[in-house]
């Protein structure tokens, strides 16, 4: 069993930065993909950023250029840079784990307002 938790969510005014942290734990394929998805009120879940073990990255449309998606492999950890911060950014933001199974985090919110 595998569990992630994330921490690091919070309010911030438009143009802003947080850094989102998920830290892995328990019986962890040494191959796999971390990630973070979002979701907004009414709205499906969405990619926001994935990174393998091989350090190859992909980012959902609307955040690139913005957020940065890191990971320290030895803590198994992965991190979310998020600058300029939108209020369309608004969400929980879930960690994601993918290695023979496929596990989730709590979530935790992210709140863009003046």
């Known amino acids: 069993q595998v569990q992630l938790v994330e921490s690091g969510g919070g309010l911030v005014q438009p143009g802003g930065s947080l850094r989102l942290s998920c830290a892995a734990s328990?019986?962890?394929?040494?191959?796999?993909?971390m990630g973070w998805y979002r979701q907004a009120p009414g709205k499906q879940r969405e990619l926001v950023a994935g990174?393998?073990?091989?350090?190859?990255?992909n980012y959902g449309d609307s955040v690139k250029g913005r957020f940065t998606i890191s990971r320290d492999n030895a803590k198994n950890t992965v991190y979310l840079q998020m600058n300029r911060l939108k209020p369309e950014d608004t969400a929980v933001y879930y960690c994601?784990?993918?290695?023979?199974?496929?596990?989730w985090g709590q979530g935790t919110q992210v709140t863009v307002s003046s």
């Open positions: 994601r784990l993918v290695d023979e199974y496929d596990y």
């Open positions: 990174m393998s073990t091989d350090g190859s990255t």
């Open positions: 328990g019986s962890i394929g040494s191959i796999n993909a």
